[in-house]
């Protein structure tokens, strides 16, 4: 596996696996670059070079082995491990995405929820306390979580960050509607619903 | 303003109008290119690149003045109006985004909330009945929707959308983790959670 893919290619990878796992709960032995490429909305070309990337599947003519190719998209991707979570905002974004089906299905484990409200600090949010913020660099030591969830306002976002950073994780997944600055080593995936009702509001206010 | 922006830039309007709100509420009257170009991670050219499509504003060397522009930028995104919203799946995802401040800062207004879980149909979400999809057509005519939230699983996403289109919808925010094929005359945005979480999940296994 080459050391660095661009991110536009691990995208791929994640669309073929969805595909890949659906065609095998369907029972299907193998698959074809042309029909991935036309789930995907791309070419058998692309698909062809994304897939070459991992070494050689099947045969010229045959299509890909289903389980084979689940087996090798899952691991590429690294599920199937344990991935720790903190998800720090006790409020809804972060209980939507703990309840989402997709969370568990990538190994993703809530380890800690963290709130900086007074109020919220101590209650308890699906079977987890919430904790201080500031305790998080304390607990980080101890229970090695690698990813925070970032489900808070854009105005302590950057803040936030900062601190997750420093207390070692690496990985952050943004609900905040603002980019965040990391160090390099240090990946950050934004969902910015905000940007995407604003795509809306914009493609509807121009009649497009 | 032009006809047809690209999406690239719709989205960077989207991060300046943010940067330019936050400047309004600190007090400030005006705001540079270069300063934008910061927060928004791109170059100062680029921005007086992006704003030169809307007419000009202020005088070169003075930044540009902040309250024109916050309004102009919320004129381009077609903020200020109403724009009705029908949410398919009363789940959590669905129930996250009413609850969003963004939702309703964009004018995003739920008139209607649909599931084809005949256990969920008629029971309340947030004060709104849950009414069977089956209807959705039917009531479209009437309460004329322009949006429909997509909160469903993967594998009915797509016959959902159909049905959404031919509701003559033309705007869908999407949750399901797949790509949705729909007309030209509709617009599509794409909230893939999976996607991300395997962008992290990819990061991570591979150390980088």
Sequence with gaps: VP?????????????YLRFVEEALERGLRTISSDTLAELSGTTSAQVRKDLSFFGSFGKRG?????????????????????WRVVIVGAGRIGSALAHYPGFALHGFTIVGVYDNDAAKIGRNWDGHPIRDIAQLA????REKPDIAVLAIPADTAQATADLVVRA?????????????????????????????????????????
Aim: hydrophobic content about 40%.
């Design 138 to 141: 304390r607990d980080a030591t």
């Design 168 to 208: 070692g994780l690496r990985a952050i997944l943004n609900f905040a509607p603002t980019p965040l600055r990391v160090p390099d080593n240090v990946t950050v995936k934004t969902v910015n619903m905000a940007l995407e009702l604003e795509g809306l509001s914009y493609a509807l206010a121009h009649n497009r």
């Design 62 to 82: 045959l299509g890909y082995p289903i389980p084979e190719l689940a087996g090798r998209l899952r691991e590429i991707l690294g599920l199937g491990r344990e």
């Design 3 to 15: 050391k660095h893919i661009a991110d536009s290619t691990v995208r791929r990878l994640s669309l």
